[in-house]
Antibody
Framework: QVQLQQWGAGLLKPSETLSLTCDVSSGSFSGFFWSWIRQPPGKGLEWIGEISHSGTINYNPSLKSRVLVSVDTSKKQFSLKLTSVTAADTAVYYC?????????????WGQGSLVTVSS | SSELTQDPAVSVALGQTVRITCQGDSLRTYYASWYQQKAGQAPVLVVYGKNMRPSGIPDRFSGSSSGNTGSLTITGAQAEDEAVYYCNSRDSIDHHVVFGGGTQLTVL
């Protein structure tokens, strides 16, 4: 059973950088795309970006200028950095596993991390 | 455009069949995937591909596709199916992932 465990700072001030990391335990790390998705309170899901084990990256065009997704295959971990945060970036952030570039399916999700941006 | 459009809310009587739809140009290239999200929980994948279900998902959940529309059908809805359902797909040009706005399903 694939498990995704995520961690990072939960409270940020405007203009700071959001940083989250996700650890993948059990299952293969290669052959999948590793994604970040967020959900503002009371709203829908927004895909942020993804990275493959080999470093292929896709970003949401609306966030691309502020997002960096990276991977450490030796640790089976991947990370998210979102710069210059504002209150609009307040959301539950999920790490997740995607089935690949030819499928939108995301089959395993982390537990979610609430990140609040407030002065 | 890679946008996906879903009806905000749908209701179904207990034990009846309900179809939730998702419209978007990218669905002419990709099959929609469908997720169930209950309050305070992470989404759960229920249907993906042509009509595939992950292990543990009841067979009352099924998927179909026609043109630019993907559909999730629940045959014999149960009280525990009450949730928000999201579809997603990939943009057919640059392959970034996109989610629909979600459909709140109420089981009466």
């Amino acid at each position: 059973q694939v498990q995704l465990q995520q961690w990072g700072a939960g409270l940020l001030k405007p203009s700071e950088t959001l940083s989250l990391t996700c650890d993948v335990s059990s299952g293969s790390f290669s052959g999948f795309f590793w994604s970040w998705i967020r959900q503002p309170p009371g709203k829908g899901l927004e895909w942020i970006g993804e990275i493959s084990h080999s470093g292929t990256i896709n970003y949401n065009p609306s966030l691309k200028s502020r997002v960096l997704v990276s991977v450490d295959t030796s640790k089976k971990q991947f990370s998210l950095k979102l710069t210059s945060v504002t209150a609009a970036d307040t959301a539950v952030y999920y790490c997740a596993r995607g089935l690949g570039i030819w499928s939108p399916a995301i089959d395993y999700w982390g537990q979610g991390s609430l990140v609040t941006v407030s002065s | 455009s890679s946008e996906l459009t879903q009806d905000p809310a749908v209701s179904v009587a207990l034990g009846q069949t309900v179809r939730i739809t998702c419209q978007g140009d990218s669905l002419r290239t990709y099959y929609a995937s469908w997720y169930q999200q209950k309050a305070g929980q992470a989404p759960v994948l229920v249907v993906y591909g042509k009509n595939m279900r992950p292990s543990g998902i009841p067979d009352r959940f099924s998927g179909s596709s026609s043109g630019n529309t993907g559909s999730l059908t629940i045959t014999g809805a149960q009280a525990e199916d009450e949730a928000v359902y999201y579809c997603n797909s990939r943009d057919s040009i640059d392959h970034h992932v996109v989610f629909g706005g979600g459909t709140q399903l109420t089981v009466l």
